[in-house]
């Protein structure tokens, strides 16, 4: 018998009007939400949150010289939170309306390391922190030429610096818990289990 593989599912739910609490980068706001109990019953909550919508994130490799691409740039969140503000990263954007998440990856390899990918496969997608907002990442694996990066790349007010690191090291930092940024920590527990397939879809080295 086939096991019975878990899965996220349309939810019944009765939602009101969003009331703005705060606009900023991003629009925070209240909802009254009904939704059914285990046993069937209506229940009404309050519920608050951040509207981030979606975002596309890049996961730079070099096959050839096995290494990945990553950024650092300040984070004042981090900063509060731990005194460590500056961020090792993966590339990641807003994807704007109409825009495929496709094509913010390009644009955001661009913007943020200075190339574009050679080739780009879609892996995955996941809420950040479905209890406080709605922000989804699309995770992209993309295949660049690393001897091609430039040191530092800025764009409006992002001031970003690219650091090309080998594929070990990165996962030697996973293991010792020196990174902290989501994205990347996912992405690289993902190129972990993942690491001999990269052949196959980014092309051989």
């Known amino acids: 018998m086939a096991a019975h593989l878990p899965a996220d599912e349309t939810a019944w739910v009765e939602l009101s009007a969003p009331e703005l609490l705060a606009r900023g980068f991003r629009d925070y706001e209240r909802?009254?939400?009904t939704i059914a109990s285990a046993d069937g019953t209506?229940?009404?909550?309050?519920?608050?949150?951040?509207?981030g919508g979606r975002v596309a994130?890049?996961?730079p490799i070099d096959l050839v010289r096995d290494e990945i691409v990553?950024?650092?740039q300040f984070r004042l969140a981090a900063h509060?939170?731990?005194?460590?503000?500056n961020l090792v990263e993966i590339v990641a954007g807003r994807i704007e309306p109409?825009?495929?998440p496709e094509e913010t990856a390009l644009r955001e390899c661009r913007e943020e390391i200075g190339l574009a990918p050679i080739r780009l496969v879609a892996l995955f997608s996941y809420l950040t922190t479905p209890g406080l907002t709605d922000e989804e990442i699309s995770v992209f694996l993309a295949s660049v030429d690393a001897a091609h990066l430039p040191q530092h790349t800025a764009t409006g007010d992002e001031h970003v610096t690219v650091l090309r690191t080998p594929i070990g090291a990165a996962l030697e930092a996973l293991a010792r818990g020196r990174l902290r940024n989501g994205p990347l920590l996912v992405a690289l527990q993902w190129l972990a289990l993942n690491?001999?397939?990269?052949p196959d879809l980014l092309g051989s080295a």
Do not use: F, K, S, W
């Open 42 to 51: 209506p229940v009404t909550q309050q519920r608050d949150l951040i509207r």
């Open 195 to 198: 690491r001999a397939r990269l």
């Open 70 to 72: 990553l950024i650092r």
């Open 57 to 59: 994130a890049v996961l």
């Open 31 to 33: 909802y009254r939400v």
């Open 98 to 100: 109409g825009e495929r």
């Open 80 to 85: 509060l939170a731990g005194g460590r503000g």
